[in-house]
């Protein structure tokens, strides 16, 4: 009954969303597919390096179609990744600025509004990339050589989701306690899906930047999409078994950061402190 | 005890140095009006909020029903309901899609939710809105509809910032009245207000907040019985015509009635001027002779008994040292 009735409050929650945001609005996706875009355009240009004899081998060991292909899955995953971060993120500041935070607190039912929140996240975002697919479909897909496992693909895209979910739990615990931390958590998480592997080469970065890109489940989730794509899920056990673990790590951290950030915010009257 | 409803003890708020609520000890009883009355920044919003789970005290303790409302924050979450003044919407929904939403958080389903929102837009009169968005709604009805949701899940206990603060008058009395019959229903109101005739109206014992400290909890009547022993000087003067900041004439007036050393003399905004004096009769003449030096526009003098917000003014006068 509880569970019946937290996928209620999740799906309710979920639609109020889609009427808030008015998610069909046409700029609106407009507007993400131009800065989905921009981070093809920088692929491109890592297209013609690889042309001129940087990154030596690359194309060589995967061909020109599918140095295409890393370029797309790399961009589209930084958005799905960064989309549903933010979604997730700033659910609660949303609501705090909104002055409706408190009356959500005292529903008591915190677990299916941030699930009502990624959803929305997933439609919204779903809707863009599904757009940019078609047309980089239309437009390069003659180029592409696709060997697809499409059960690793799905389950390496789940656990993304999974992670990224538990990861803006964490993060908005931080951003209720102050709106000065908001700044901090963009010049945090921005750069570092520069260094996920996403648009170039992970292998490329020196050892401490590959180390520190694996605090983002992006970086193992990047490897676990581009081998289910195009090397039909061959080795791909390490990615998503790291993707796994992400998952738990970031679940583990937000089951006992949670509560504490908000007993916190409790204390501090931040809750209520709207904008 | 069994008929208490919300209890205090010794409820204290800090933020830092600066303290919110200082010793806050008071009890309420089941179906009572209670009202908490204060200026801005008595600390009214910040009682109500801990009382509502929303905010942690620094010390002391604060029962619901029996309930801590830090220990048991969660059941005390399923007994009351809140209203605040600051409360936001999700302004494209419908009301009835905002009623069906916040029930559902509190559990509610199906026939139940939907007979629980039919009889509270009826008692609110929204039910010809009811499938407008909050978009269209004016300032009352939203009220009211935040009312409405505070009461979805029949709470034994309504907690209400301000409830009443940008009503029209005739909102404002229809909002009381359903209070009124809400307490006879058996529903324990804490309110909060700044508005003292309001709360010498409607509340069955008010507590008297300023600066975060208990100022005196009694009946309205009690307390005008008890420390209204003075009577009131009220002068209505042109607002516009004064040469003078309001403090200004307060200390200029204050001076020149220096001997009649019980007057308290209070400017309040709305163009009123109100001495306090055991002797008012006495007094007046020399009053008048004061105002008429000042050049201020008198439109009328009267002399009356003190009210609530008479008796308020004194007694923070009397804490304040003033």
Redesign the interface.
Known sequence: MRLK?AF??AW??FR?QL??H?LMNPLSILSSMVGTSISIVVGFLFIRYCLAGYFDGLIESLGYGNVMGFVVTGSILVILHQGLLNTVAFSLEEERR???L????????LFPIFAGKLLFGLVRYGITLFAIMVAVVALFGHMFELHVNLFTLTVSIALLVGATFFQGIVAQGFILQSRKIIPLYTVTLVPLSWFTGATVPLKIFPLWMRSLAYLSPLTPALTAVRRSLFSNGANVETAVLALSIQLLTYLAIAALLSPVLM?RA????E??R?G | MSNLTIKTIDLCKF?GEKHALYNISFDVRKGEIFGLLGPNGAGKT?LI?IL?????PSSGRALIEGLDVVKDA?KV??I?G?Y?A????????KIR?FL???G????L?GIELRRRIQELLEFFQLEDKADEEINALSHGMRRKLHLA?ALLHNPSVLLLDEPTIGLDPISAKDLRDRLKQLSREGTTVLLSTHYMPEAEEYCDRVLLLNLGKVVAIDSPQNLIRRHGGFQVIEVLYDQKRLSMVPDRLKTLVASRLKRETDASIYVLKDGRLKVYSKNADEMLPGLADALVQLKVQVRSITIAKPTLEDVFHKLVAGMNGG
């Open positions: 009735t209620v409050v309710c929650y109020i009427k808030q008015e909104l002055g409706t408190e009356l959500l607190l005292l529903g008591g039912k007993k409790l204390t501090t009257g809750v209520g709207r | 933020y910040t909020k509502a789970t929303l905010l942690l969660k979450r399923s009351i809140l605040l600051e409360s936001g919407f999700y302004y494209r929904l899609d069906q939403f916040f559902r958080l509190y559990g389903s949701r």
